[in-house]
């Protein structure tokens, strides 16, 4: 099946009630500085997102390296523990969980690594891999697990007669698909996909996007996909949101982001996105510069330094994440349009932008 075929496919799912929640999510790291390492900084590598997946849909996090997007995926799966903020998966409170509750609930979370080639014990198996999770949890053992393994193999089109192999005698595409078997093994409702493809040949690329398609669609899988190859993002994503420097600056539903973005920053990331039909191709405006360091951001909008159309408002005022279509934050509506910028929303009466910058 095609990529463009998946996207048909992915837009038919029936997408359910909200299964994820995370409001104000913070982390940030202190770094030593001064004479001894006396002193201390933080690293906001992210600073306040908001965002929530439903019951079949895909949720893509998209932005530059050094954006916040793995970090955030590993706060929610607690991989990471956040500074602070909310976290609420299927109902519960992530972040209250203990040991024993946490471990249980982590059959129903799972994530797929970006890296098939360190995220696989080079001492384990295939089969003690894919297997592990049904040890860890005491739900099978023996005969009925090497089963239930065949089965999960030929699932992720693997020949079950991998069984028996290391990784190192498997090629990208077969490690990564030994990695997605792992992961769905505990029939998991939400899949956190970090840059699952962004190490594959682009051959394989497709191979693994059009099959976590089908799981998806086989087993009405909810996905937070991580990444920043926007080609991708079109294809499997229902929606999009996009990060820069610790922060979300716009979402929306997919096809609304490519045909209408609105957040400058957005804009040029679509920009960037390399055009395969040569008639079609036009000088593009890349973005000066490289993204401010997360110890020192800017003020105001954190964008601004970059921003091809900055106003004197947006290095003084943060912009709040607000609906284009009622200029509120409309936390209720997540599949609306969101974006934070001072030039999308009509300001209040009397308050001046200022001047081009």
Do not use: W
Not at 97 to 103: A, F, N
Not at 308 to 332: F, H, K, M, Q, Y
């Amino acid at each position: 099946m095609g990529a463009e075929q998946g996207a048909v496919a992915a837009g038919a799912r029936r997408i359910g009630a909200e299964i994820l929640s995370v409001v104000d999510l913070v982390k940030h790291y202190p770094v030593p500085t001064g004479f001894f390492g006396l002193g201390t900084r933080q690293v906001r590598a992210v600073d306040g997102v908001s965002l929530s997946v439903r019951e079949g849909e895909t949720l893509a996090l998209v932005g530059e390296s050094g954006s916040g997007k793995t970090t955030t995926g590993r706060c929610i799966l607690r991989l990471i523990e956040p500074t602070s903020g909310e976290i609420r998966f299927m109902g519960e409170d992530f972040r209250k969980l203990g040991r024993e509750p946490l471990r249980k609930m982590r059959r129903h979370i799972q994530i797929i690594f970006q890296d098939p080639y360190t995220s696989l014990n080079p001492r384990m198996t295939v089969g003690s891999t894919v297997g592990e999770p049904f040890a860890i949890h005491k739900l099978a053992r023996g005969a009925e697990r090497r089963e239930i393994v065949v089965d999960l193999l030929k699932t992720v089109g693997l020949d079950p007669g991998l069984i028996s192999k290391y990784p190192h005698e498997l090629s990208g595409g077969q490690r990564q698909r030994v990695g997605i078997a792992r992961a769905l093994a505990l029939r998991p409702r939400l899949v956190v996909c970090d840059e699952p493809v962004s190490s594959l040949d682009v051959s394989i690329q497709a191979q693994v996007i059009n099959l976590l398609a089908e799981l998806q669609e086989k087993f009405g899988l909810a996905y937070l996909f991580i990444a920043h190859d926007l080609r991708l993002v079109e294809h499997i994503a229902d929606r999009v949101a996009v990060m820069y420097l610790g922060k979300i600056v716009e979402c929306a539903p997919v096809e609304e982001i490519f045909a209408r973005p609105q957040h400058p920053y957005t804009k040029a990331l679509l920009a960037s996105v390399p055009e395969g039909d040569p008639e079609r191709r036009h000088p593009r405006d890349l973005l000066p510069g490289d993204p401010p360091s997360p110890i020192d951001p800017p003020s105001g909008c954190r964008f601004h330094p970059r921003c091809p159309v900055v106003v004197e408002v947006c290095s003084r005022r943060e912009p709040p994440l607000l609906s284009i279509a009622t200029g509120r934050s409309d936390a209720a509506d997540p599949g609306g349009h969101r974006a934070a910028c001072h030039l999308v929303h009509p300001q209040p009466q009397g308050f001046d932008t200022g001047q081009k910058l």
